[in-house]
């Protein structure tokens, strides 16, 4: 193998992701080499063929761990090396957290042996899970007067504290020195709560957690990087399994990477790593890409020049970055930049919509080569431009659009059923719920069609169009305010013929509110005989019976049910869990209204799998927020940048997390200062700007309305971009269209 490591730097689209690949092809080109050289040293026969020594050599040789920022990276990264050496070697394509949870996991036996843990399998939290068990854990704890000096609420305090013992982690501080980094970040801040405080609540909520098995990400981090990390026995294995490492994007990885790549490149493996100037997309969510460039002393240093092919990055960015710096400098953009200005929100909405479509059906460009980005996308905005652009047959896909379960007609009809079978849970229940789960419930799929392309050509509100309902929202409104019975613990209903008029219901209506009734009947029955396992069981049950009936579910809906399942059997297995260990007396109906108000609240979201469509790329119009788009690393032919005037651009578009900037490996524990933070917004400011230009190749529109939703002036740090454009398209325009290039 290549007897030295590669460390790749280029900015955005310049080539890293290809080099690493092609460093990855030239060692399997030079270990085959070597392999082949000595099986005829060996034997003295050329190889010909399949020979059984020869495959068995190469199934024996060590692997090549590969790494990328996020899943969505990981899926493209390991296609492209499969792809490039046909199959033929084998890989482990991860994320940073991906591995350490498999790693913590696969040597949990060892774990058990150094902690002195209870032997029992581990099961990792989720996320809303972790802090709805936090929550309990600490409330006594919690009292009015922590809350009122902390100045947020339980649950955002919750969230805040967790979000320490993550950051921890990811730089590789043990949680029992939170408390003296938060006291010399801190420093004498009245506002705070005390750093002995709130680290004595992270080391009960980690040890709790240990004593019954639980894992969350903060916990298998500290794990992996305090305890397995530094074992002689696991590090034999890993550099027994690992000779190469291959790490793309490193500049989003958490500081604890750089402790397993050292520990790696130490034993001898070889590494290539690509790191991204203007990356740093995570970074105050965890990640450390100044600590991970220390690697690079390291390693042979590749820089990749020269600007993205087909961006305009070489054109704009010097520019951009200058107005937007020295707002006084007197520029003009040249004209691939144009402006839509408008007085109110709602009518820039309007026109950015209709420029994009106007655009589109004059074939000035493809709806595949449109990305609207913004810092934040609201319901209002994200409806807005999906309803306009879809209505002129504009297919519209949102990158990551995680809404609450809750917010699903179906996941709602779901959660009312469950009310109406288990007793003890009429008070979750009310009129129109039931009218809602009768809707739902009575829905008969249409035949799709037979093309695949034209299918996959179909938008959602197509989807939904070919949708219809034996009972019409005006109907079931009607059957519930006749036939459902309010009671706390047994909600009922009733025969549609104690409706004086069920006539005026109709056939089709009846027939199918029969037949929901008597399903219901049916399994009130077997869960009083003790026949339904759980409630995942009678959630399948009602799914199979009138959802899917054999039918094709959209995918948006498809999605939803699918999280609902695994989010049930997640919640149902931690409850399980937590009975056996705290020997806890809890009724069924306890489990499934504290699972029902989890999911009013909000917290989960449907984030579906596979995120990639099966076949060619889906042509339809990009919505996304700055993150999600940098996250993505797509590029696009033209870019909308939305709400150009507001503040949030400097933010970049996610929020950086309570105390992100005292876990940085070059300063911590250091004060975070006024200063300190108009540094970083102008820097991330400028790295957004770069990155954004090195993903479009044509045109740039800077969307902006002088109030914001909220009425405010709007007064953001691009707004000398949108003054300085020498093309203005206003709300004053006749005819808004395109200006011709």
């Known amino acids: 193998m290549v007897s030295h490591s590669v460390w790749i730097v280029g900015t955005s689209r310049s080539g890293k992701t290809a080099r690493l690949v092609e460093q990855f092809c030239n060692w399997v080109t030079s270990e085959t080499q070597y ?28 692997g090549v761990l590969v790494l990328a920022a996020n899943d969505d990276n990981r899926r493209e990264l390991g296609d492209i090396i499969v792809t490039s050496t046909l199959g033929k070697y084998p890989v482990r394509a991860k994320t940073p957290l991906g591995f350490f949870q498999d790693e913590v996991i696969l040597f949990w036996p060892l774990l058990i042996n150094s902690l002195n843990l209870k032997a029992q399998f581990p099961v990792r939290l989720r996320p809303e899970t972790e802090q709805e068990l936090a929550t309990k854990l600490w409330r006594p704890q919690l009292d009015e007067e922590i809350l009122r000096l902390a100045g947020v609420n339980e649950s955002r305090l919750v969230r805040r504290i ?25 420093g004498e801040n009245p506002t705070t709560l005390e750093p002995e405080f709130l680290a004595s609540l ?3 909520w980690r040890n709790w957690c240990l004593e019954r098995g639980l894992l969350t990400y903060g916990i298998i981090t500290e794990l992996y990087s305090q305890h397995l990390l530094s074992d002689r026995n696991y590090q034999q294995h890993l550099t027994k399994r690992y000779q190469a490492v291959l790490a793309d994007d490193v500049d989003d990885y958490p500081s604890v990477a750089r402790l397993l790549f050292e520990l790696l490149l130490d034993r001898g493996a070889v590494g290539a790593f690509s790191y991204n100037p203007d990356g740093a997309v995570r970074l105050g969510l965890g990640a450390d890409p100044n600590y991970l460039e220390g690697l690079a002393e390291r390693c042979r240093v590749e820089i990749l020049n020269g600007p993205p092919p087909e961006s305009l990055s070489e054109q704009l960015t010097k520019q951009m970055v200058e107005l937007v710096t020295e707002p006084m400098v007197m520029l003009s953009l040249p004209k691939t930049v144009y402006s839509i200005q408008t007085t109110s929100r709602a009518q820039l909405l309007r026109q950015t919509a209709e420029e994009i479509a106007n655009a589109i059906q004059s074939q000035q460009v493809q709806p595949e080569e449109v990305a609207i980005i913004a810092p934040g996308l609201d319901a209002i905005a994200r409806y807005t431009l999906v309803e306009i652009l879809i ?29 109406l079978v288990y007793p003890g849970l009429g008070r979750l229940v009310d009129r129109d719920a ?109 799914i199979q019976r009138f959802l899917w009936n054999g039918s094709n579910l959209p995918y948006e809906q498809l999605a939803a049910l699918r999280e609902l399942l695994e989010t049930a059997q997640h919640y149902w297995e931690i409850d399980t869990r937590l009975r056996q260990i705290d020997q806890v007396e809890t009724t069924p109906h306890t489990t499934i209204i504290e699972f029902i108000q989890l999911l009013r609240r909000g917290t989960i979201t449907a984030n579906a799998y596979p995120v990639r469509p099966i076949g060619g790329a889906r042509k339809a119009v990009t919505l996304a927020t700055i993150f999600q788009y940098r996250s993505s690393r797509r590029s696009h032919q033209w870019h909308f940048w939305l709400d150009a005037g507001s503040p949030l651009w400097a933010k970049g578009g996610a929020a950086t997390l309570f105390g992100a900037p005292f876990f940085l490996r070059d300063r911590l524990g250091e004060p975070w200062t006024a200063e300190d933070e108009k540094l970083a917004e102008e820097q991330r400011l400028q790295r957004i700007l770069t990155d954004l230009l090195s993903r479009v190749s044509e045109r740039v529109y800077l969307c902006h309305s002088d109030l914001a939703v909220n009425g405010q002036e709007q007064l953001g740090p691009l707004l000398p971009l949108v003054n300085a454009c020498v093309t203005v398209i206003s709300e004053s325009t006749e005819n808004l269209r395109s200006p011709t290039s």
């Open 202 to 204: 992270l080391l009960d």
């Open 391 to 419: 209505k002129q047959n504009i297919p519209v896909e949102s990158l990551n659009d995680q809404r609450p379960l809750i917010s699903s007609p179906i996941i709602r009809a779901l959660l009312t059923m469950l009310a």
């Open 35 to 62: 392999t082949e050289s000595f099986y005829t040293k060996k034997t003295g026969r050329k190889k010909t063929g399949h020979v059984p020594e020869l495959l068995y050599l190469k199934q024996t040789k060590p």
């Open 434 to 542: 039931v009218a809602e789960m009768l809707v739902v419930l009575s829905r008969k799929q249409q035949p799709p069609e037979n093309s695949t392309d034209a299918m996959n050509r179909v938008s959602t509100t197509d989807a939904m169009n070919r949708v219809s309902t034996n009972i019409d929202p005006v109907r079931a409104g009607l059957i519930a305010d006749y036939c459902f019975v309010p009671h706390p613990d047994r909600p009922n209903l009733l025969p549609v013929s104690t409706f004086e008029r069920w006539d005026r219901i109709g056939y089709a209506a009846t027939t199918a509110y029969n037949q929901i009734l008597e399903w219901l009947e049916q399994q009130r029955s077997q869960q009083e005989l003790r026949l339904i396992p759980s409630p995942i069981s009678l959630l399948d049950r009602a």
């Open 162 to 186: 967790l979000d320490l013992l993550q950051l921890a982690a990811y730089s590789g501080i043990p949680c029992e020195d939170i408390a003296q980094i938060l006291a010399k970040g801190l």
